[in-house]
């Protein structure tokens, strides 16, 4: 398995991500072997709910790239057909594919750079649902170093992140350092009632502070004790 996220173990920060956001509909735009895509789709095996759409150029990117089969073959492995859907399509063009704020997670990992990240926001803002995730690989400014980035000329993510009109006016986010850095931008509420509902403020109201259970409960759940 290859990916920048296994540097810093950015595994367990999309499980918690994806557990907080609460399962919903989730995209990936971006998949190579499959790490992120795995540990999303079985977040949401776990939970019984959700789906995640995986997409990838797979062969029409000219360099490193996932292999359809392949990620299907680990799909089918970890019984997450049921959750994870590939579909090869271009990071723009997939947005299509949904209706307006249907989705509660969309993680974009395709190289980014300064300018996928304005392409990208442009095309899902309208996708992602008041609460959901966005979410960038890099935006670091050592992350616009990387050798890459420099030799190619690209686009840095850093300025373009701290600029996007619709970022900064919709969007709470924050930028985490670590390689291979990571960009969450949360979607700001719109105070309508269905955000009340779903994004579990009625427990509050009840009195329902999910306090029930035991510490080795907790504990238990969250590191297999
Ligand atoms: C950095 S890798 C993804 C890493 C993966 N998310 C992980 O967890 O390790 C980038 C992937 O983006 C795909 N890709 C590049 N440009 C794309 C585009 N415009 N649309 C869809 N996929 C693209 C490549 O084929 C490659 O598999």
Redesign the pocket.
């Known amino acids: 398995?290859?990916?920048?996220?296994?540097l810093r173990n950015y595994g367990q920060l999309f499980k918690a991500l994806v557990t907080v956001v609460e399962p919903g509909t989730c995209v990936?735009?971006?998949?190579?072997?499959?790490?992120?895509?795995l540990?999303t789709g079985e977040v949401l095996r776990r939970a019984g709910k959700g789906h995640l759409y995986a997409?990838?150029?797979?062969e029409?990117?000219p360099?490193?790239?996932?292999r359809k089969q392949d990620l299907q073959r680990k799909i089918d492995h970890f019984g997450l057909s049921g959750v994870v859907t590939l579909r090869q399509?271009?990071?723009?063009?997939?947005a299509a594919d949904f209706a307006d704020q249907s989705l509660s997670m969309i993680?974009i990992?395709?190289?980014?750079t300064g300018a996928?990240v304005r392409q990208a926001v442009q095309a899902w803002d309208p996708k992602l649902r008041p609460g959901g995730l966005l979410i960038f690989?890099g935006g670091s400014p050592l992350r616009d170093k990387v050798g890459w980035m420099e030799r190619f000329g690209k686009e840095p993510i850093f300025p373009e992140i701290h600029s996007n009109p619709c970022l900064n006016r919709d969007y709470t986010f924050i930028v985490l350092h670590p390689a291979p850095s990571l960009v969450i931008c949360c979607k700001n509420l719109t105070a309508g009632e269905r955000e009340w509902q779903e994004l579990g403020y009625e427990a509050l109201t009840r009195g329902n502070l999910h306090s029930e259970a035991s510490d080795e409960d907790f504990l238990n759940d969250l590191f297999g004790r």
Do not use: C, P, Q
């Open positions: 398995m290859k990916s920048s996220y296994i990936e735009v971006g998949l190579l072997d499959g790490y992120s895509m540990i997409y990838d150029l797979f029409d990117y360099y490193t790239h996932a399509k271009d990071m723009v063009a997939a993680h990992d395709i190289s980014n996928i690989e």
